[in-house]
Nanobody, 124 residues
Framework: QVQLVESGGGSVQAGGSLRLSCAAS????????MGWFRQAPGKEREGVAA????????YYADSVKGRFTISRDNARNTLYLQMNSLKQEGTAIYYC?????????????????WGQGTQVTVSS
């Protein structure tokens, strides 16, 4: 069965950096697009970034462009999200997501598999 396990969350001051990881198992990783989503308290889940199977196409939410970088290591079945210049509004649970083939947006409906999430807290 497909398992997505996030790690790397924690507490950081505004302006700081964190790197999230997502270890994937139970799927032919190279053939899956991967994404990061987040859900802040009292808000709906939103797409943060996505990367297609070979890594040649990426999508970013406008709110994180220039600060976050999504990448994947197909040899290690691992997805990453480098988050720099974090803002307080970045406080949320961050989820890893996967789906077969090419995704074309950051809509959560494009992804069928989800991890349990990792908490990121950004303080002032």
């Amino acid at each position: 069965q497909v398992q997505l396990v996030e790690s790397g969350g924690g507490s950081v001051q505004a302006g700081g950096s964190l790197r999230l990881s997502c270890a994937a198992s139970g799927l032919p990783y190279r053939t899956y697009s991967m994404g990061w989503f987040r859900q802040a308290p009292g808000k709906e889940r939103e797409g943060v970034a996505a990367i297609v199977t070979g890594g040649g196409i990426t999508y970013y939410a406008d709110s994180v462009k220039g600060r976050f970088t999504i990448s994947r290591d197909n040899a290690r079945n691992t997805l990453y999200l480098q988050m720099n210049s974090l803002k307080q509004e970045g406080t949320a649970i961050y989820y890893c997501a996967a789906d077969y083939g090419m995704v074309r947006s950051l809509l959560s409906s494009e992804f069928g598999y989800w991890g349990q999430g990792t908490q990121v807290t950004v303080s002032s």
